[in-house]
């Protein structure tokens, strides 16, 4: 049966993103729809309770990414809202891609006001807002905290993005590494927007790397280098006095709230 469309999704799923893929999806999204909806199931709240709704919802979570790699994005955008009106308990990926598309059309406005309603605090959100806020008003107090509570969501997710840390073995990764590491490569262009993006959250990364023993040791000096380069050495050295000696913590993860607790409450990056 050609028009299966658990077939076309399977088929779709052995392709990297391409316009193949897409018209996989797009074929299966036809009777998948017809099916949710002879279901009386189309519109409804408990959509996401049964099992066509559940593989509608799927496809569509394909969909809106194989949009977004093609650079679709407008479509990409009415697909992950599509998503989201049925996702009342944020299992999907939906809004993710909403933050992802409207990043990528530039409507920053718009990200800060979903993110007023959107009571979650995830990768998405947090990295949206920092951005949006950085290239609406520049390097201000706002972008600055909301910098660094982007990176309190997942604090390897900056140096995924960057290539600082290597990726994790998949045969080893736990699930919050694989997550982590899915995002990094989702939002990595999300942060070169502009040159003076870019550099406001390398430094920030490298700040935060050099504070926790994130580098290897043989990389380090390269590191503190980049530090001088980018005037933030005395940053540095402040926000280390304010740490203090890291055999306090018992652990990476205290170490890692206590950095960004300090860089948080002070000023460790040039505003504008």
């Known amino acids: 049966d050609s028009d299966n469309p658990e077939a076309l999704i399977l088929l779709a799923d052995s392709l990297d993103y391409s316009e193949e893929k897409l018209e996989l999806l797009q074929k299966a999204r036809g009777p998948l729809r017809q099916a949710v909806e002879e279901a009386g199931l189309l519109g409804s ?80 959100r947090q990295h949206a807002v920092a951005i949006s806020t950085f290239m609406l008003s520049g390097a201000n107090r706002a972008s600055y905290k909301a910098l660094w509570d982007a990176f309190k969501v997942g604090p390897n997710i900056p140096f995924y993005i960057l290539g600082y840390i290597p990726e994790p073995d998949p045969e080893e990764m736990s699930e919050e590494e694989e997550e982590d590491f899915n995002f990094s490569i989702l939002f990595e262009d999300a942060w070169t927007l502009s040159r003076e993006l870019f550099n406001w959250f390398s430094s920030a990364t490298i700040l935060f790397g050099l504070l926790t023993d994130r580098f290897l040791e043989e990389d380090k000096e390269s590191f503190f280098v980049l530090l001088g380069s980018l005037n933030i050495r005395s940053y540095y050295e402040d926000a280390l006095q304010k740490i203090g000696p890291h055999d306090r913590y018992t652990d990476a993860e205290v170490l890692d709230e206590e950095v960004l607790s300090v860089l948080r409450a002070g000023t460790f990056l040039p505003l504008d």
Do not use: H, W
């Open 45 to 124: 709240e408990s959509l996401m309770d049964e099992e066509e709704g559940i593989l509608y919802i799927g496809l569509l979570q394909r969909l809106g990414f194989a949009l977004l790699s093609e650079a679709r994005t407008e479509e990409a955008l009415e697909v992950a809202q599509d998503i989201v009106s049925y996702d009342s308990e944020n299992l999907t990926l939906g809004k993710t891609l909403v933050y992802r598309c409207l990043i990528d059309l530039q409507r920053f406005g718009e990200v800060l006001e979903q993110a007023m309603g959107d009571d979650e605090v995830t990768p998405a």
